[in-house]
């Protein structure tokens, strides 16, 4: 099956500097990556997602690439606010399972 | 924006009894999936729901675990006899489409704690 690994655990970032959480995938059939947020004490809210045909996507301050090939997918937040502080999980889906396998998670924390 | 609703918040439960976690998904989703997590770890698959009937399920969903959509609104997941390695956080997840087709709305959870 699927198996999805993300770095670092943890990340600690200066306000407004970026942040880049990596994760990679095993299972080359995979062709849908969310990357979720997790608040304390909330589910994981999807915050960016990118399918398999596309290398690149934005919203706002938030971008995920995409390398097929290496099999490797990121997460870039630039200009970090205090808010950005939160677990995010990045997840692989394959097409004809119902299923999304996660990452283990990168605790960030933005300094102030 | 609409949200799932997970009760209750937290549920303590001593080994061997039976818990029932409740779920109202988003009222127009028509796939419905339990996931948990255990303290530290990763979020795990167990189970995804679609007209009626278990559409996927993972190897940790054996028979100790069981789901049911009794009414237009509610989805439950039960543990019929709880054991220790059940304490988790459970979440609920509803969709649109399918979690590839439309995005997953999650619920605060609920944490499971086995004594």
């Known amino acids: 099956g699927e198996n999805v690994e993300q770095h670092p655990s943890t990340l600690s970032v200066q306000e407004g500097d970026s942040a880049v959480i990596k994760c990679t995938y095993s299972?080359?059939?995979?062709?849908?990556f969310p990357w979720y947020k997790q608040e304390l004490g909330k589910g994981p809210q999807l915050i960016i997602d990118?399918?398999?045909?596309?290398g690149e996507k934005k919203d706002q301050r938030i971008a995920v690439t995409l390398n097929k090939t290496a099999k490797h997918f990121s997460l870039h937040i630039t200009e970090t606010q205090p808010e950005d502080s939160a677990v995010y999980f990045c997840?692989?889906?394959?097409?004809?399972?119902?299923?999304?396998?996660f990452g283990t998670g990168t605790r960030l924390t933005i300094i102030p | 924006e609409p949200e799932v609703t997970q009760t209750p918040s937290h549920q303590v439960t001593q080994m061997g009894q039976e818990v029932i976690l409740r779920c109202v998904p988003i009222?127009?989703?028509?796939?419905f999936y339990w996931y948990r997590q255990i303290l530290g770890q990763k979020v795990e698959f167990l189970v995804s729901?679609?007209?009626?009937?278990?559409?996927?399920k993972s190897e940790i969903f054996d028979d100790q675990f069981s789901v049911e959509r009794p009414d237009g609104s509610n989805f439950t997941l039960k543990i019929r006899s709880t054991k220790l390695e059940d304490s988790a956080m459970y979440f609920c997840?509803?969709?649109?489409?399918?979690?590839?087709?439309?995005?997953?709305?999650f619920g605060s959870g609920t944490q499971l704690s086995v004594l």
């Open positions: 997840a509803s969709s649109k489409q399918g979690a590839a087709n439309e995005k997953l709305f």
């Open positions: 299972d080359s059939a995979s062709n849908y």
């Open positions: 990118i399918r398999s045909n596309v």
């Open positions: 997840a692989a889906y394959t097409f004809g399972n119902e299923k999304l396998t």
């Open positions: 009222s127009n989703h028509l796939y």
């Open positions: 729901f679609y007209n009626n009937e278990i559409s996927e």
